[in-house]
């Protein structure tokens, strides 16, 4: 079974602040990891992929990977209201399923108060 | 913005009855993906579906269910009688390749 873990939260932080989710996996094959924003209700929406060890940027999304470590994480800066959502981490097993199966973690519920 | 659409966005129905869920991938995608999600708990995976067959599902997805691409654009989830515990968001999902999968609004499919 492939084991998705995340920061349980929920968090909170103030507007301005910088948000830190943190997501470790139990596939050493996952080769790639996205990170999907859901509101109450609502589907998952796609914010960042990542595929290779290190930092990447989007906005004011940072993704970061550590395959060593079995470790992808987000972090939001200058954080807005409408940044308050659960943050899913969702790796791509890289080995023993042929097409895409995303694993999900529960989530972490992410809020910004104004 | 090419986007999943989902019909319907809520479905009632009794125990024992069959639904069809139905989804349109985005046009140039490849790959088709059910999913469900059951008040309060993880984004599952139920099946994917690639080149007109099955190409992986998981333990939930039994005899019950069945998915389909009857013409070029529409992508259906079908379960022959449903259960009370069958009661969930079910998202359909597409991606032009073996990456990044674009979600539908969900169907809320309510068993009573």
């Known amino acids: 079974q492939k084991e998705v873990e995340q920061n349980s939260g929920p968090l909170s932080v103030p507007e301005g602040a910088i948000a830190s989710l943190n997501c470790t996996y139990s596939?050493?094959?996952?080769?790639?990891f996205f990170w999907y924003r859901q509101y109450s209700g609502k589907s998952p929406e796609l914010i960042m992929s990542?595929?290779?060890?290190g930092d990447k940027e989007d906005g004011r999304f940072t993704a970061q990977l550590n395959k060593a470590s079995q470790y992808v994480s987000l972090l939001i800066r200058d954080s807005q209201p409408s940044d308050s959502a659960t943050y899913l981490c969702a790796p791509l097993p890289g080995r023993g399923s042929t097409l895409g199966r995303l694993y999900f973690g529960r989530g972490t519920q992410l809020t910004v108060w104004p | 913005e090419p986007e999943v659409t989902q019909t319907p966005s809520h479905q009632v129905t009794q125990m024992g009855q069959e639904v069809i869920l139905r989804c349109v991938p985005i046009?140039?995608?490849?790959?088709f993906y059910w999913y469900r999600q059951i008040l309060g708990q993880k984004v599952e995976f139920l099946v994917s579906f690639y080149n007109n067959e099955i190409s992986e599902k998981s333990e939930i997805f039994d005899d019950q269910f069945s998915v389909e691409r009857p013409d070029g654009s529409n992508f259906t989830l079908k379960i022959r009688s449903t259960k009370l515990e069958d009661s969930a968001m079910y998202f359909c999902?597409?991606?032009?390749?073996?990456?990044?999968?674009?979600f539908g609004p969900g169907t809320r499919l309510t068993v009573t």
């Open positions: 046009s140039n995608h490849l790959y």
């Open positions: 999902a597409s991606s032009r390749d073996r990456g990044e999968q674009y």
């Open positions: 990542i595929y290779s060890n």
């Open positions: 596939d050493r094959g996952s080769q790639s």
